[in-house]
């Protein structure tokens, strides 16, 4: 099987390739000591700079609803490969403060394969949408995509564009909307390892610093996977009013969520290098780690904890239940499980996802990883989310 999506092992790929040639030039005794003087490399928000009152205002009457008094909002995935919390934590959110209607899509029939983990039935193809909405969506979110050149996935994308939809890139999503020709000349940003290739292939994007997220002329851009959240409180608020927005971040477990951001403290750095070398090229250490599919599962925090545990490149999270049947989450979406079984090991069973807060289960989720796989693969996860751990 696979342990992980087609990005992910590409991502291993680049990783090793560009760790390979920093040592290649080390000799053995500078090896030994590189090693000893590598630091934990825990992501750090401690040096983002504020954000203005005009800047967060600007923001929001950016994303004001554009055609609905109650938006309606797509999110777009393709079948063989979407990311998890990109996919998935806009849907719960912005379903959980009931201010839209929401619909997760494929651009074919069928389930999507979210990548490193989970499959889900999306409620309807881009084709049934356009059918049912010729006049189109308010919000298009764009999550990042195993390929950025999706004929399909870009097609769609700039027809909602021309009807006007307000297009809201998660991650490394910006990559697709770039390639369907909406970033050019626009002010945007993207996952911190991503970044310079957007930029060398789109150079006329003016990238912005320290900042989650972005929002230019109708396209929005955020950073890295977990920049999902902020955004989609954002978008809470520019619906439905900063009461409301605030109310779902007491929800999720959220005390702050604008747009602050410490770009300088998501790099490639030696101990994120070190630990994804040593964790990827120990494949005979390698585990699936079980977490139960019931029915009303929070999805928001079922993707945090499942991406989190799949991208120490030591495990993968697989969801399990008694029948193949797919389970309805708490916000209706469909997730199929892995596997059908009753049980699972007791060593290998991850805790129930339960009531907890989705940022309380993330943190939860990064401290057992620290317990698990040592504190350095807690920081590597935390790095590749970009989530600066508190």
């Not at 109650?70 to 979407?82: E, K």
Request: proline share 6%; net charge positive.
């Amino acid at each position: 099987m696979r342990w992980y999506g087609e990005r992910t092992m590409t991502l291993n790929r680049r990783l090793l390739w560009r760790i390979g040639l920093a040592f290649a030039g080390l000799s053995l005794a500078g090896f030994v000591a590189w090693m000893l003087g590598l630091p934990r490399a825990a992501p750090d928000a401690s040096g983002a700079p504020a954000i203005t009152q005009q800047e967060a205002d600007a923001t929001i009457a950016a994303l004001k609803p554009p055609k609905r008094p109650r938006p309606l909002v797509a999110i777009l995935g393709i079948n063989d490969a979407t990311e998890t919390t990109d996919y998935l934590m806009p849907y719960g959110i912005v379903k959980r403060a009931d201010v839209a209607d929401v619909v997760a899509l494929a651009t074919q029939p069928g389930p999507v394969s979210l990548y490193p983990v989970l499959t889900v039935m999306p409620d309807a193809s881009v084709a049934d949408f356009d059918a049912r909405h010729p006049q189109g969506a308010d919000y298009v979110i764009v999550p990042a995509m195993s390929r950025d050149d999706d004929p399909a996935a870009l097609q769609w994308i700039r027809a909602q564009a021309d009807k006007g939809a307000i297009v809201i890139a998660v991650c490394a999503g910006a990559k697709v909307v770039a390639a369907a020709g909406l970033l050019d000349g626009k002010r945007g940003t993207t996952h911190w390892y991503y970044l310079d290739e957007l930029l060398n292939e789109h150079p006329a994007i003016q990238h912005v610093r320290d900042r989650r997220f972005v929002v230019d002329r109708g396209v929005a851009t955020t950073t890295g996977i977990s920049a999902s959240m902020p955004m989609s409180l954002t978008l809470i608020e520019a619906i439905a009013g900063r009461a409301r927005a605030e109310a779902v971040a007491q929800q999720l477990g959220l005390a702050h969520w604008d747009a602050r951001h410490a770009s300088a403290a998501f790099k490639l750095t030696r101990a994120f290098a070190l630990t994804s070398m040593a964790n990827t090229l120990a494949f005979w250490n390698r585990e699936q780690l079980g977490i139960e599919l019931t029915p009303g599962i929070d999805e928001v925090s079922l993707a945090l904890v499942a991406d989190a545990w799949s991208r120490t490149y030591r495990s993968r999270a697989v969801t399990f239940a008694g029948t193949p049947d797919a389970r309805t989450t708490r916000n209706g979406i469909r997730i199929v499980p892995d596997r059908v079984a009753a049980s699972w090991p007791a060593n290998r069973l991850l805790p129930a996802i339960g009531d907890r807060p989705p940022a309380v289960a993330l943190e939860q989720a990064l401290r057992g990883i620290d317990a698990r796989h040592g504190s350095r693969t807690g920081d590597l996860v935390a790095m590749q989310l970009e989530y600066p751990r508190r």
